[in-house]
């Protein structure tokens, strides 16, 4: 009962800390919560360990035989498994409860918290107990089978019920906010929800300006936790590298090719190929073919002028 007890301690500890009026708490809050969390994950491991030896939680296993001859497995020094070996040892045992990409999520703006809590006092320590609580009471009820109530206690688990409450009425905010604006693009439309504050990365932003999305155009967000004020521009490249993150690992694998590249005109990645243009800058791929061969040509040499990449280089050979 160590870990789970553990576990439970940190948890608590982590949202005391996080209902503190000093913002200073707000670092310690998250490093408890976040190992508490391991914890819970370690608990799993070691009750699917045989016979009752924690076996799973050791970073290494080696086999090895006892007096009879009989193969067994035991652990070898004294280190516990690291996050990426528990992802490896659920999906090994069939165990999908955890939405790692959420997890992993929350655990990159963590990282980033110490930098700016001091400066800000609002911070995104909300965002992460709210989806660090979600994965926390999935992982209780399916994988543990204890009721998380019981578990953490009613005066802790109500710190985590309305902070989720929080957080979500808050995002549904921002979701409508920015689902009212016409964004012209599909790509953009969908991408748009990826958006973070540029000083305190809050995912809690709203449109300030008119709600109708134009290339090259302002646009203006507010960031309802920090109050910073920013231009779409300054974001949107970072949204579509993400929105498009798995399609670009397919192509790659396929080797197909990437769905957006780096725009000839305003140099970010930001050239969707199905939307036939740069959603940033609004620049458009002529549709011209090479004077001598022509071949279509693509993206960068139809910018660069009306030979393609082989027939410029023979022309500027010979000048
Ligand atoms: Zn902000
Ligand atoms: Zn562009
Ligand atoms: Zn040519």
Same mark, same amino acid.
């Given at each position: 009962?160590?870990?789970?007890?553990?576990?439970?301690?940190?948890?608590?500890?982590?949202?005391?800390?996080?209902?503190?009026?000093?913002?200073?708490?707000?670092?310690?809050?998250?490093?408890?919560?976040?190992?508490?969390?391991?914890?819970?994950?370690?608990?799993?491991?070691?009750?699917?360990?045989?016979?009752?030896?924690?076996?799973?939680?050791?970073?290494?296993?080696?086999?090895?035989?006892?007096?009879?001859?009989?193969?067994?497995?035991? #652990?070898?020094?004294?280190?516990?498994?690291? /996050?990426?070996?528990?992802?490896?040892?659920?999906?090994?045992? #069939?165990?999908?409860?955890?939405?790692?990409?959420?997890?992993?999520?929350?655990?990159?703006?963590?990282?980033?918290?110490?930098?700016?809590?001091?400066?800000?006092?609002?911070?995104?320590?909300?965002?992460?107990?709210?989806?660090?609580?979600?994965?926390?009471?999935?992982?209780? /009820?399916?994988?543990?089978?204890?009721?998380?109530?019981?578990?953490? +206690?009613?005066?802790?688990?109500?710190?985590?019920?309305?902070?989720?409450?929080?957080?979500?009425?808050?995002?549904?905010?921002?979701?409508?906010?920015?689902?009212?604006?016409?964004?012209?693009?599909?790509? /953009?439309?969908?991408?748009?929800?990826?958006?973070?504050?540029?000083?305190?990365?809050?995912?809690?932003?709203?449109?300030?300006?008119?709600?109708?999305?134009?290339?090259?155009?302002?646009?203006?967000?507010?960031?309802?936790? =920090?109050?910073?004020?920013?231009?779409?521009?300054?974001?949107?490249?970072?949204?579509?590298?993400?929105?498009?993150?798995?399609? =670009?690992?397919?192509?790659?694998?396929?080797?197909?090719?990437?769905?957006?590249?780096?725009?000839?005109?305003?140099?970010?990645?930001?050239?969707?190929?199905?939307?036939?243009? =740069?959603?940033?800058?609004?620049?458009?791929?002529?549709?011209?073919?090479?004077? /001598?061969?022509?071949?279509?040509?693509?993206?960068?040499?139809?910018?660069? +002028?009306?030979?393609?990449?082989?027939?410029?280089?023979?022309?500027?050979?010979?000048?």
């Amino acid at each position: 009962m160590t870990l789970l007890n553990n576990a439970i301690e940190a948890i608590q500890i982590g949202l005391e800390d996080f209902k503190s009026t000093d913002p200073r708490r707000a670092s310690s809050a998250l490093r408890n919560i976040f190992a508490g969390t391991l914890l819970l994950f370690k608990e799993k491991l070691s009750r699917l360990s045989p016979d009752d030896n924690s076996i799973l939680i050791q970073q290494t296993i080696i086999p090895s035989l006892d007096d009879a001859g009989v193969l067994f497995f035991k #652990g070898k020094g004294h280190k516990t498994v690291d /996050v990426a070996q528990i992802k490896e040892r659920f999906k090994n045992l #069939g165990i999908n409860t955890v939405k790692w990409n959420i997890f992993d999520e929350v655990n990159n703006l963590r990282n980033n918290v110490e930098h700016f809590y001091t400066e800000h006092e609002h911070t995104v320590v909300n965002e992460i107990v709210s989806k660090l609580f979600k994965i926390i009471r999935d992982f209780c /009820v399916e994988q543990l089978h204890e009721e998380p109530a019981k578990l953490f +206690g009613v005066e802790t688990w109500n710190i985590f019920l309305e902070t989720d409450e929080i957080y979500e009425s808050e995002k549904d905010l921002s979701n409508k906010s920015l689902a009212e604006v016409d964004w012209k693009f599909d790509t /953009v439309r969908e991408a748009i929800f990826h958006i973070r504050c540029t000083s305190c990365h809050s995912d809690l932003i709203h449109v300030l300006s008119d709600n109708e999305y134009e290339p090259g155009k302002a646009l203006t967000l507010l960031c309802k936790k =920090c109050l910073s004020e920013f231009d779409i521009e300054e974001v949107l490249e970072d949204c579509i590298i993400e929105e498009l993150a798995a399609e =670009c690992h397919i192509a790659a694998m396929d080797g197909g090719e990437d769905p957006y590249a780096e725009c000839p005109e305003c140099s970010k990645d930001t050239y969707i190929y199905e939307e036939m243009c =740069c959603v940033n800058c609004g620049y458009q791929q002529p549709d011209i073919r090479c004077t /001598v061969c022509h071949t279509p040509l693509d993206l960068e040499e139809s910018y660069e +002028g009306h030979l393609c990449s082989y027939h410029r280089y023979s022309m500027e050979k010979n000048q």
